[in-house]
T-cell receptor, first 113, second 116 residues
Framework: QQQVKQSPQSLIVQKGGISIINCAYE??????FPWYQQFPGKGPALLIA?????SEKKEGRFTISFNKSAKQFSLHIMDSQPGDSATYFC????????????FGGGTRLMVKP | GAVVSQHPSRVICKSGTSVKIECRSL??????MFWYRQFPKQSLMLMAT?????????EQGVEKDKFLINHASLTLSTLTVTSAHPEDSSFYIC????????????FGPGTRLTVL
């Protein structure tokens, strides 16, 4: 049973637009929610992460919105650029429980010039 | 900081041979290292978790005798794919963590294994 569900599977956005990727989780013990960016043939790179004590975190063009009651969190990429074209994974983990990450299924983002 | 390297970046081998993949944390001591497998256009699948100096914990369905994991030091973990077969062809990625109390995992660049 997949504990973190990610949508959409693929996304096409025009340059300058907003890319929005959503994730929903089931395990209420999760206390760390990172987003990873992965380019073809490369390992994932941490983009931004949030803990459940805040509802939003912004770093540059990337924003995480977190809704604890709905058990959902999302990634917003403002002013999307062709260089943002990659696969994005949300994940969740429980601190002090092995730190194992549970990954979402991934979203392939294509930003058209 | 928090750089993780993997070697080799890609390897091609014949069926039946064994392949060793190294994962190193370059600028920090990694109490815990994780090994993942990723098939094309799919998410990362955790294979095993290893803590320095102890036996690895394998996920359900992962054959521990086929995927040998050694975490002999705080900066090095190795994954050996024994008697590799074409179905073992995949992208293998390691990550490293400072251990309990630290959520962050730092990922290596991955190793592309192709078994002919």
């Amino acid at each position: 049973q997949q504990q973190v569900k990610q949508s959409p599977q693929s996304l096409i956005v025009q340059k300058g637009g907003i890319s929005i990727i959503n994730c929903a989780y089931e395990n209420t013990a999760f206390d760390y929610f990172p987003w990873y960016q992965q380019f073809p043939g490369k390992g994932p790179a941490l983009l931004i992460a949030i803990r459940p004590d805040v509802s939003e975190k912004k770093e540059g063009r990337f924003t995480i919105s977190f809704n604890k009651s709905a058990k959902q969190f999302s990634l917003h990429i403002m002013d999307s650029q062709p260089g943002d074209s990659a696969t994005y994974f949300c994940a969740a983990s429980v601190r002090n429980a092995g730190n194992m990450l549970t990954f979402g299924g991934g979203t392939r983002l294509m930003v058209k010039p | 900081g928090a750089v993780v390297s993997q070697h080799p970046s890609r390897v091609i081998c014949k069926s039946g041979t064994s392949v060793k993949i190294e994962c190193r944390s370059l600028d920090f001591q990694a109490t815990t290292m994780f090994w993942y497998r990723q098939f094309p256009k799919q998410s990362l699948m955790l294979m095993a978790t290893s803590n320095e100096g102890s036996k690895a914990t394998y996920e359900q369905g992962v054959e521990k005798d086929k995927f040998l994991i050694n975490h002999a030091s705080l900066t090095l973990s190795t994954l050996t794919v024994t008697s590799a077969h074409p179905e073992d062809s995949s992208f293998y990625i390691c990550s490293a963590s400072l251990g309990e109390g630290y959520n962050e995992q730092f990922f290596g660049p991955g190793t592309r294994l192709t078994v002919l």
